[in-house]
Nanobody
Framework: VQLQASGGGLVQAGGSLRLSCAASGSIFSISAMGWYRQAPGKQRTLVVAISSSGSTNYADSVKGRFTISRDNAKTTVYLQMNSLKPEDTAVYYC??????????WGKGTQVTVSS
């Protein structure tokens, strides 16, 4: 199983970026797909997750600015990030969690927001 994330980069405050994460391989019983981020010197935290039923859970800090979506096959998940702020700067990791408690992680993609 591999998760390939892309779409990170450098953007000015107020700008937008769209992250993508494509899963390959056999993943059974996905319960949720999502994005986490880790800023330098800080713990990895949840940005947003979408369950198999489509319910979403956003971190308060990104509500109204970020939107998660996925393709119909549920093998690719996207994160549209608008109105970016310098505090959004972090490495963003995509995640897939199965009903059996197994977590798959992508390698991470750097997002840098300049002020």
């Amino acid at each position: 199983v591999q998760l390939q994330a892309s779409g990170g980069g450098l953007v000015q405050a107020g700008g937008s970026l769209r992250l993508s994460c494509a899963a390959s391989g056999s993943i059974f019983s996905i319960s949720a797909m999502g994005w986490y981020r880790q800023a330098p010197g800080k713990q990895r935290t949840l940005v947003v997750a979408i369950s198999s039923s489509g319910s979403t859970n956003y971190a308060d800090s990104v509500k109204g600015r970020f939107t998660i979506s996925r393709d119909n096959a549920k093998t690719t998940v996207y994160l549209q990030m608008n109105s970016l702020k310098p505090e959004d700067t972090a490495v963003y990791y995509c995640n897939i969690r199965t009903q059996y408690g197994i977590n798959y992680w992508g390698k991470g993609t750097q997002v840098t927001v300049s002020s």
